[in-house]
């Protein structure tokens, strides 16, 4: 049997409670901490579990708990300082999505964690759920043909957020989904939307993500909407999925249906769309929550050795997205060309590490920054 990973949470507003939940539930874990400057949030945690001791110095949690493994789960500004801590103390980090407030910080928390050799992973919780697990299974074998679009809408009313705007709060476990199924990184990104709660923080966007191979895909997100939704739809050339988070049951549904265009016409009396029509079905999906999935994997990365499937240069790649988001929204919606390149704030030894499932990632995406010759936009 491995030994216990001892474990410390910082962060225990609206999500640190379920990874304190998740992380306490786990054999291979034993939870020795939780932080927070909320002396009632503490109380509130340490009558449900007074086993694990409160704590609201981060510092003495870092050197005076005995921990091995710190998950950072506060708001996003604090990213960055606290996991950056952590790891120079030695911990093993999990932070919460995004990763940190810009591309830098993620590439020097990257960078540290090389050096040191230890287990830098992002929660991007819903790789580790069964439903995207089986559309991952999917899409790698072919079913749906070549894969066309994605349209993913995440909407519902609040919360709102005062240090990040909506797409930094809800685009990322659509935009990590995107990349995972489609296993490379856009060419150009553009994004429009609107404050209407909050002053310069947008409650409302809408994301387009251009891909080689003629693919794309767009991300809507909202705190503005009556309903909770989080649907997103592949659109493949032989088959379409439909992926309902929301839903009790048939989270997803497959339609055999699809478009061709004659390859062969004399005259215009001739051309007609091909439009197939076929059975539509639920596949039975797994009812397991991804977020103790996600932390149980966090454990085994640290007992075995295992690289993760959202490791932190996952987090650096879709936090370069969400910054070309933010200059597109600045500049009223214009594309921002991204380029892959070694990035130039690691080593080289760290650009030639692992990336997403397990495959080598010799470049990143760049946003250009000043003093550098503009790229040509992609309209």
């Not at 050795?305 to 987090?315: E, I, M, N, S, Y």
Request: proline fraction near 6%; hydrophobic fraction near 35%; include cysteine.
């Amino acid at each position: 049997m491995s030994k216990q990973v001892k474990v410390g949470v910082v962060g225990c507003g609206y999500w640190g409670p379920n990874l304190v939940r998740n992380f306490r539930s786990l054999p291979d874990c034993s939870l020795r901490a939780m932080c927070d400057i909320s002396q009632d949030r503490l109380k509130h945690l340490t009558a449900l579990y007074p086993d694990v001791k409160g704590e609201t110095s981060f510092e003495h949690m870092l050197n005076g708990a005995g921990v091995d493994a710190v998950v950072v789960a506060t708001s996003v500004k604090l990213h960055h300082p606290m996991a950056k801590a952590a790891l120079l103390a030695g911990k093993h980090t999990l932070i919460e999505k995004p990763m940190a407030s810009s591309s830098e910080q993620c590439a020097e928390l990257v960078e540290i964690a090389r050096k040191k050799g230890l287990v830098l992973m992002v929660g991007h919780t819903f790789l580790y759920s069964p439903a995207v697990r089986m559309i991952k299974q999917i899409v790698d074998r072919g079913d749906l043909g070549h894969i066309r679009y994605i349209c993913a809408r995440r909407l519902n009313l609040g919360l709102f957020q005062k240090d990040i705007n909506v797409a930094w709060d809800l685009a990322p476990h659509d935009i990590s989904i995107i990349l995972h199924l489609l296993e490379e990184t856009p060419t150009s990104v553009n994004c429009r939307g609107s404050a209407h709660v909050t002053p310069g923080i947008e409650d409302v966007t809408s994301m387009s993500l251009t891909f080689p191979k003629d693919r794309s895909a767009i991300i809507h997100s909202s705190w503005l909407d009556p309903r909770k939704v989080r649907e997103m739809t592949i659109v493949g050339s032989k088959r379409m999925i439909v992926y309902d988070d929301v839903a009790q049951q048939e989270k997803i549904r497959i339609f055999d249906a699809r478009v061709e265009r004659p390859p062969h016409y004399d005259t215009f009396a001739e051309f007609h769309y091909a439009y197939h029509y076929g059975d539509t079905y639920a596949p039975y999906v797994k009812q397991e929550e991804p977020l103790k999935s996600e932390c149980q994997h966090f454990l085994e990365c640290i007992q075995q050795g295992k690289h993760p499937l959202t490791d932190g240069r996952q987090g650096l790649e879709l936090v370069k997205i969400l910054e070309a988001s933010s200059e597109s929204l600045r500049q009223g919606g214009s594309p921002m060309v991204l380029r892959t390149e070694p990035d130039r704030q690691l080593s080289a030894e760290g650009a030639a590490d692992q990336g997403r499932n397990g495959k080598p990632k010799n470049g990143k995406i760049h946003i250009p920054i000043a003093g550098e010759p503009e790229p040509r936009v992609i309209l």
